[in-house]
């Protein structure tokens, strides 16, 4: 088969979730409530931490990145997804398609790189108190975030590209609710050998690059909580790594297992279910576990609040 960037399929058909037309509605109200309470909760932790002052330092600058990217990756899926449960058939134009499979790469590669991001913050933090200003100075900040997004855009431009030297021929029906690299490779009637490396050539770069950096950062602190003395020091310094580590549990869990795993044993029920997981709960979840679990958080929620509360009962 001819291979190239020109593809005779000029737009494709979204499966979506199911055919029942009995769970359209119900499915539409449930994913319409999760993209809400997301937007909702990302884009009310960016406003806190603006607004907060005391919230203005680096982990809740990088808090503020990873915030921004979960509400950006669910963006580019669920609403394209909630499209289709209204209009029965979801179509979507071949290079539109390909924008989604992009801006879909970039910003969950970012939000693993940010979660390692975090973890080192953590351990500066934790391991050189002393220095850490020094080292998560503003521009320094500003320049590992920076490097956090062209990992991403660099890794998905790569997948991108693969995926448009292939010719999709005949078949247009993804057989899932957004443009994915499995389902489409399954569609493509050219040897798919080079993409399938990519995929887990990358995969394995990222998962590597990300695991070495968050179990190092941990197994350190780890090493420096042991040698403090009294028992809630140690309490108090892991305390503050909580809502990080219930973070990354979800991302990387989600993650291993839905791209790294062979093409052969792919199941098609079995990956929209732990896309879904992956698209919508682990970005509605992780503002949820980062205001709940997280003191500085809270006490600046309620500070905001109060003063908004009594400044709407002063007369004057």
């Given at each position: ?9 000029t ?9 029942r ?85 970039v ?38 975030v ?12 790569v ?6 030297r ?117 970005p ?33």
């Amino acid at each position: 088969m001819a291979t190239g960037n020109h593809s005779p399929v000029t737009e494709f058909i979204l499966a979506g979730l199911t055919e029942r037309p009995d769970l359209q509605l119900p499915l539409f109200l449930l994913f319409l409530g999760i993209f809400v309470v997301t937007a909702a909760g990302n884009l009310g932790l960016i406003t806190l931490i603006g607004l907060s002052a005391p919230l203005h330092t680096p982990m809740y600058f990088f808090l503020t990145n990873l915030s921004f990217i979960d509400f950006c990756y669910s963006s580019v899926t669920t609403p394209k997804m909630l499209v289709g449960f209204v209009a029965g058939t979801n179509s979507i134009s071949y290079p539109a398609c390909m924008a989604q499979l992009y801006f879909f790469i970039v910003f969950v590669i970012s939000d693993g790189f940010m979660l390692t991001l975090m973890a080192y913050d953590r351990y500066v933090a934790i391991c050189h108190p002393l220095l850490y200003s020094t080292i998560m100075s503003p521009r320094a900040c500003s320049v590992l975030v920076a490097g956090v997004y062209t990992t991403g855009s660099l890794c998905a431009a790569v997948h991108t590209a693969c995926m448009l030297r292939l010719s999709f021929c005949r078949k247009n029906i993804i057989n899932h609710y957004f443009c994915d690299i499995r389902p489409l490779l399954a569609l493509s009637c050219s040897r798919t050998d080079i993409n399938e490396l990519v995929v887990f050539a990358s995969g394995g770069f990222n998962t590597v690059t990300t695991s070495v950096g968050i179990l190092s950062s941990y197994a350190r602190i780890l090493a420096c909580v042991l040698r403090i003395g009294s028992g809630r020091g140690r309490v108090k310094a892991l305390g503050t790594c909580s809502s990080h580590i219930a973070a990354i549990v979800l991302f990387f869990g989600a993650g291993a297992f839905m791209y790294l795993k062979p093409f052969s044993g792919d199941s098609t029920g079995e990956g929209r279910v732990c896309s879904l997981f992956y698209t919508t709960a682990v970005p509605m979840l992780n503002p949820l576990i980062y205001s709940l679990r997280n003191q500085n958080v809270r006490d600046a929620l309620r500070k905001i609040l109060r003063r908004n509360i009594f400044s709407g009962l002063d007369p004057y």
